[in-house]
């Protein structure tokens, strides 16, 4: 094969490497893996990015990817594992041949492994673990020592480092010497005589730079540097907040112990809002692929949470059966008070949740943040009973009628701009999650609220 | 100054370099405001982030932000500008002394440079592009030619690319030898005679490689070309899908025209999740530093939705008045059932929308997963029918009461399944963002189903 062969060929898999899957790909493989083309199959699924191998392999019935594991098993790609969901993951873990796991596992970066495995139980983890040369065993097993959810999980261990006095002529010819360098890396991280890093220089800046400019000269102007055991929420933020490509990480004495680059941040910043966005609607750690009886029971105690308030907002209602029984209208009515209360606070409440998130919601300006949702909430409040107010009177020709909706309302939409700021605060300061609690608090305070407003001035006014 | 005092200095630097803003941090910047401390202030911001200070700015009051403008003024870094959130953002650059302006924004990359200033009118524009140097200015408005939201708008201009038939060798000569290289940037980019990206090599590669290697050889096994005019949330997929860290843009003729690279996905990213998360809630493109007006206007629409919801779901309860006269318990615990369906149906359309947004429900699986929700709908909706049955009957002393309020429970919980999952669904079809519309449209079906199926089978049942 000549240089031009060489190229075409390059150019080709380039052309390939314009990765979607489509829906007629999936299709085309179901009907691969029914026929039992093994041939197609690979003609198919060799093109393939792991990462759409994996959305693939989830969208599928069990059936299906069952048939379609045994008729691949033997290309079958690690990198796939790492982009599975976890629990079409364990599944394909427990049908794949163990030869054809222990070969997967072997092709990751440590780091990968690590989060392969971390949630496994410790007959599992020994099965991959086996299955690794030993040094890459002693890599996984030093970054579990670190606790879950912590930088010392996320970040590798291959740092490139350089002393701090040297110039960019040393660092270039040291790295040109290495026979190894890491798969992925953008700095080269300058430490002192104690291993502490210093500052870091991008391997743009040494290619640009002359040989006898000292590399401190040289260094990023942002530089961060993470502590082992810094919550990987923080790290990701940190990512985000400063725009961070990698980050050196050190132990207690300020040792460079290892890295962490970008994309392990986007995957921690990427599950966090996947974490809030589910949490607000009180929907677990669920995902698509969890079986039913999961999802049931994931679901059931936010449902229950509901149930109980829902039951305290009924009782509200219990005290007014005489007036109801007289007035039937309010019967009608008043779902739309602790409806319109409801949306409110859950506006209210999503944009605090999220701003504490982001950060941007502080102790500095929460009075601030608290007045201005309130005087939303009279603003709309006064727009709604207006209309609501006239609604009343043309539907059930009672001036009185109106008034009373038109208050409730103005009462339950401020009241629904101070609970939907306040209480996510509030939450976030005990150390709970507001994302997690503040929905079914907020709700309950905006039906209890509506109802006692509307039906006790109803009691008041009308009777 | 000797090399070690240099060093010591560098040090210094890097220990400041470790960055978070403190509530501390803004009381003493406030402090020093009301004082009028010049010297003070810029001994506390100068060591700040660009991304704190706007944070900084953005949780401070209109009054203090004045203040600090004109006392720091002549120091503003553009970086700031590009951090701060919009609102906030114009009414600092009318703060801003011209010149001082001008300065700021000259320090920006070009790419940021127009994320600055896409959102202003005319009149802004030409204000920030006067400050500029003429090639800067050219670039801005050749990116601005690109539609709003597209790659080509996304996209950093200056590329480094090598013929597809260099060595190692070669490559690395041709960077050392620039006088110039962008800022940021990972790879070389490969290019065919007709400037059509073939391949990307990592710098981390390319030092690692003996000099007579050809580049094609070690190029990424990853590799992604990006239409320039490509919807920036698709870009923002592909670099998280598939782990991108830069990717090449091309034109409607193949050739290479700019580079995306991570930190400007990652920023699109964090607004496509900000959307959803707002969207779902009914709450527009809202941010906490927006006027109390502009948010009041932003929530006004989804609240008048869910008004027009609210009145349809009433209508059912007034087609039943004449039972609830007779059995006022009707009216305490019908909100019971409507709350724990929109509750239900909550769940099942966040997470459909959330998978919809990363692309795991699709047409393939899309009836996979309807039945799974509705048959996890029919378990909880058995689970609180039983718990809704005994309390209606203890509660109300009523077999019948309870037997009612059970089915309807059952019933909603179902529909809430099915709506929640298949709404979203239908409206993506359509080419409508599932976020923004279907929250009213679930919590409308699951409203008058709910009431609908609990006084319709009491009205059969009981009277």
């Given at each position: ?86 629990s ?26 690590v ?15 086996d299955a ?56 080269v ?24 400019v ?8 942002v ?54 966005i ?112 006239i ?47 503040s ?25």
């Amino acid at each position: 094969m000549n240089d031009t062969d060489l190229i075409n060929e390059t150019r080709n898999e380039a052309e390939e490497g314009s990765y979607k899957l489509e829906r007629s790909d999936v299709t085309a493989v179901v009907n691969a893996v029914e026929r039992g083309d093994q041939g197609l199959l690979s003609m198919l699924m060799d093109p393939m990015h792991p990462a759409d191998i994996a959305d693939l392999l989830e969208q599928i019935s069990t059936v299906e990817r069952r048939k379609l594991i045994h008729l691949y098993d033997r290309e079958f790609d690690g990198e796939i594992l790492s982009e599975l969901d976890e629990s079409i993951r364990d599944e394909v873990i427990a049908i794949l041949r163990p030869e054809v796991l222990a070969d997967a596992v072997r092709e990751l970066e440590s780091d990968d492994v690590v989060d392969l495995i971390e949630d496994m139980n410790v007959t599992q983890q020994d099965v991959i673990l086996d299955a690794l040369e030993d040094s890459d065993r002693v890599a996984v097993e030093q970054s579990l020592a670190y606790p879950e959810n912590s930088a010392g999980r996320l970040m590798q261990r291959e740092v490139v480092m350089a002393p701090e006095h040297w110039t960019v002529g040393q660092a270039i010819d040291y790295l040109r010497e290495q026979d190894t360098l890491p798969e992925q890396f953008y700095h080269v991280t300058l430490v002192d005589p104690r291993l502490k890093p210093v500052g870091n220089v991008t391997l743009g800046k040494l290619m640009g730079s002359k040989r006898d400019v000292l590399l401190w000269e040289i260094t990023e102007a942002v530089f961060q540097v993470i502590p082992a055991m810094q919550n990987e929420g923080d790290v990701a933020y940190a990512f985000n907040q400063y725009h961070l490509i990698s980050a050196p990480v050190v132990d207690e004495d300020e040792r460079l112990v290892g890295v962490i680059t970008i994309d392990d941040a986007m995957i921690v910043l990427d599950e966090e809002h996947e974490e809030d966005i589910l949490r607000l609607a009180g929907v677990g750690e669920g995902s698509l692929s969890d079986r039913v009886i999961n999802t049931t029971k994931q679901r059931l105690p936010w449902l229950a949470v509901n149930l109980v308030t829902a039951i305290a907002a009924s009782l509200v209602i219990a005290q007014f059966e005489a007036a109801i029984t007289q007035i039937v209208a309010l019967a009608v009515l008043m779902p739309i008070v602790a409806s319109m209360g409801g949306n409110a606070g859950t506006q209210s409440l999503t944009v605090a949740v999220r701003a504490i998130a982001t950060k941007d919601l502080t102790g500095s300006n929460m009075w601030r943040v608290i007045r201005r949702e309130v005087l939303v909430g009279l603003i709309n409040g006064v727009v709604f009973a207006v209309i609501m107010g006239i609604v009343g009177l043309v539907w059930f020709g009672s001036p009185a009628l109106g008034y009373v909706i038109a208050a409730a309302m103005v009462i339950n939409m401020v009241v629904a701009g101070l609970a939907g700021t306040a209480i996510p605060v509030i939450l976030e300061k005990f150390g709970i999650d507001p994302a997690l609690a503040s929905g079914a608090f907020v709700t309950t305070v905006t039906d209890v609220v509506g109802f006692f407003a509307f039906l006790g001035l109803a009691a008041l006014v009308l009777l």
